[in-house]
Nanobody, 120 residues
Framework: QLVESGGGLVQAGGSLRLSCAATGRTFSSYVMAWFRQAPGKEREFVCL????????HYSSSVKGRFTISRDNAKNMVYLQMNSLKPEDTAVYYC???????????????WGQGTQVTVSS
């Protein structure tokens, strides 16, 4: 089970930190990712991190502004979002996969999502 938190309303240029708490003893075996879905749009890949936490990968739209990290001892994944833009407004989802991929269909565990709203 994955549970996201940390969403909210922020002004453009501001920062937010999202958290994702995972239950289960095999957390460190999974690639963890963040996806997002804006109103009227398809869910899209944001970033992912490998099992050990040493290899991140970002979409071009967030690279340089967002940072993904994980703490396997706490079964937690984080998304630090800086220099937020109105186009970052979306519901953000945490997801788990056994494959290092940005492909949405490869992720079979999802959280309920947390809303991020960036005002201009």
């Amino acid at each position: 089970q994955l549970v996201e938190s940390g969403g909210g309303l922020v002004q453009a240029g501001g920062s937010l930190r999202l958290s994702c708490a995972a239950t289960g003893r095999t957390f460190s075996s999974y690639v963890m990712a963040w996806f997002r879905q804006a109103p009227g749009k398809e869910r899209e890949f944001v970033c992912l991190i490998n099992e050990s936490g040493f290899i991140p990968h970002y979409s071009s739209s967030v690279k340089g502004r967002f940072t993904i990290s994980r703490d396997n001892a706490k079964n937690m994944v984080y998304l630090q979002m800086n220099s937020l833009k109105p186009e970052d407004t979306a519901v953000y989802y945490c997801a788990a996969s056994l494959v290092f991929t940005a492909t949405l269909s490869s992720y079979d565990s999802w959280g309920q999502g947390t809303q991020v709203t960036v005002s201009s």
